[in-house]
């Protein structure tokens, strides 16, 4: 009786050293490689240290969903004068249009509609409420400097923002036509729909706008121009607003 044990701990030794780390070995390295693959995925369009987590998590969805490197733009600067900058997440060029993505990070409950100048973020069930910028008219501001940017062009924008984080969408009403309100794992059936819904854009000189959109995502390598956006940026809005 007392050698049964002895012998069960030998097998499942044996059983450990043969399959089971290994396994563990190989799903390590297939996960190390995988995330290298990433890497070098997202470097074909940003560098890891430009913008927030999400937003590489998009950009990396956008390649892995078939969109060329060469049609996504991510952190651009926009130069507005006076020493301003416009700050855009991430622009996608394709074939009926110019899709301008804002990336948002919330926690909570939304509530706001696309008239309002601030929404509402709700937390702990009601105790903490937070103001911020209607992200409607934020992108809309984006979209209004990528038209100017590219102002020889005549086509259509599309305006996505993506909700990442733990919120929920409450009461959110009024949104233009055109523009889409997501969750990040909505963010492919809304591309398709924009791709199928509407007639191929006529650009007069794609080559000139890749440059300026280049252009712009080269000026969020100047420091300078990032310390100054968010100088320019609390100026304007400040200290979050809170509501009790």
């Known amino acids: 009786m007392s050698k049964r044990p002895k012998i069960n701990i030998f097998l499942f030794i044996l059983l450990l050293l043969l399959f089971i780390i290994p396994a563990i070995i190989y799903s390590i390295y297939i996960q190390s490689e995988q995330e290298k693959w990433d890497i070098e995925l997202l ?10 987590k999400s937003e590489l998590d998009l950009v990396l969805g956008l390649l892995k969903f078939g969109i060329p490197a060469q049609t996504i733009f991510h952190d651009l600067y926009i130069n507005t004068g006076n020493n301003n900058f ?5 622009v996608v060029a394709t074939k009926v249009g110019i899709i301008v993505f804002e990336i948002k990070d ?15 973020q709700v937390l702990a069930y009601g105790k903490k409420k937070y103001s911020f910028y209607n992200p409607i008219k934020q992108n809309n501001k984006h979209i209004a400097q ?20 733990s919120c929920e969408l409450k009461d959110v009403s009024f949104v233009p036509e055109g523009t889409f309100l997501v969750y990040p794992h ?12 509407n007639p191929p854009a006529n650009y007069n000189d794609k080559r000139k706008i890749v440059e300026l959109l280049k252009d712009a995502v080269n000026n969020g390598d100047n420091l300078d121009n990032i310390r100054q956006h968010s100088e320019n940026i609390n100026n304007m809005l400040g200290h979050n607003r809170i509501y009790k």
């Open 43 to 52: 470097e074909t369009v940003t560098s890891l240290n430009r913008g927030t």
């Open 86 to 90: 416009s700050q855009v997440d991430l």
């Open 106 to 120: 919330y926690s909570g409950w939304i509530y706001g509609n696309g008239n309002q100048t601030n929404w509402k």
């Open 146 to 165: 990528l038209k100017k940017l590219l102002s020889k062009e005549n086509v259509p924008f599309y305006s996505v923002i993506v909700f990442y984080g």
């Open 186 to 197: 909505r963010v492919f059936d809304v591309i398709n729909k924009i791709m199928i819904s």
